[in-house]
């Protein structure tokens, strides 16, 4: 089982001025642990949650991956997961690209239905309902994917038409950057997963809804002709993994059983205190599960 940190909150610390530091301070202790990915949010204002407000501080996904990206040599870097609506798909395409160049061939793509409709009506995003969403969701992913390919013709979609496809140089990562799906919808979601993705990434709401979402999916293979087990299985932890740590790799077992080969872990506290709390306390032991 391999382990990917979740970098979801600039709130710690508090000062902007520190924002950068604390970020690639934890990405580099995170490196240095053994954590297997990096991931931030595709997000313009916070979430609002009753742990969070809109008015805290967020930065832009891309970017930020591209700083961490500087400052590390090892750990896959993505967003978990971008917004379908927050950027055009050619550019999406060229965006992970670059990242994936500069990287050294680490960048994989993160991608779902973006739900986040008061940041996206606040900063002028297009608003569509969520059939659209969807729609254009796979549309992205059929651009992408030919993007990275050897066809550089045209493409046309009901929503997105693309005179050229060219994309020089293309990713180092070969055939392409990985492609993850975030979300568990098991009649639109999970089917494109089974479609498109190399990976899918699961909330972790639970063995049992986890191994729902996965027999849905291993269906959705079945029925477009998809090795279900050439799909990476991923996902969101929700357990504390220091305040809970037997719990946390107790679960992390019972993922495992199912296939799960990665979990993402959400700091609770100073990033780069959590960083190195995980690193030396579960993650020697969640090594040897799987």
């Known amino acids: 089982?391999?382990?990917?940190l979740?970098?979801?909150n600039y709130s710690r610390p508090v000062e902007p001025a520190r924002i950068a530091a604390t970020l690639g301070g934890t990405a580099r202790v995170a490196e240095q642990a053994g954590f297997a990915s990096f991931t931030v949010m595709d997000h313009y204002f916070q979430m609002e949650t009753p742990n969070s407000a809109a008015d805290e501080p967020m930065l832009e996904g891309y970017t930020s991956l591209g700083y961490v990206a500087a400052l590390t040599g090892r750990m896959t870097l993505g967003l978990?997961?971008?917004g379908v609506m927050y950027r055009h798909p050619g550019l999406l395409a060229k965006i992970v690209t670059t990242l994936d160049v500069l990287s050294g061939g680490r960048a994989r793509l993160g991608i779902g239905a973006s739900w986040y409709e008061r940041e996206q009506r606040g900063l002028g995003v297009p608003v569509v309902p969520v059939a659209e969403r969807f729609e254009r969701l796979e549309e992205t992913l059929q651009i992408c994917r030919q993007m990275w390919s050897e066809d550089n013709g045209p493409y046309e979609g009901r929503h997105y038409r693309l005179a050229e496809t060219l994309c020089v140089?293309?990713?180092l990562t070969r055939p392409h950057p990985p492609v993850m799906i975030g979300g568990g919808g098991e009649k639109k979601t999970l089917l494109l997963v089974a479609r498109y993705a190399d990976a899918c990434n699961l909330f972790g709401s639970g063995p049992e809804d986890v191994a729902r979402k996965l027999d849905v999916l291993r269906a959705h293979?079945?029925?477009v002709g998809r090795d279900y087990d050439a799909i990476t299985k991923t996902v969101l932890a929700l357990l504390p993994p220091l305040d809970a740590p037997e719990a946390f790799l107790a679960q992390a077992e019972q993922y495992a059983r199912l296939g799960v080969t990665e979990l993402q872990v959400?700091?609770?506290r100073d990033p780069v205190?959590?960083?190195q709390r995980v690193g030396q306390d579960v993650l020697p032991q969640l090594t040897s599960i799987g």
């Open 1 to 4: 089982m391999e382990l990917g």
């Open 6 to 8: 979740h970098y979801w």
């Open 80 to 82: 978990l997961v971008t």
């Open 169 to 171: 140089p293309a990713p």
């Open 221 to 223: 293979c079945d029925d």
């Open 266 to 268: 959400m700091p609770d």
């Open 273 to 275: 205190e959590f960083a």
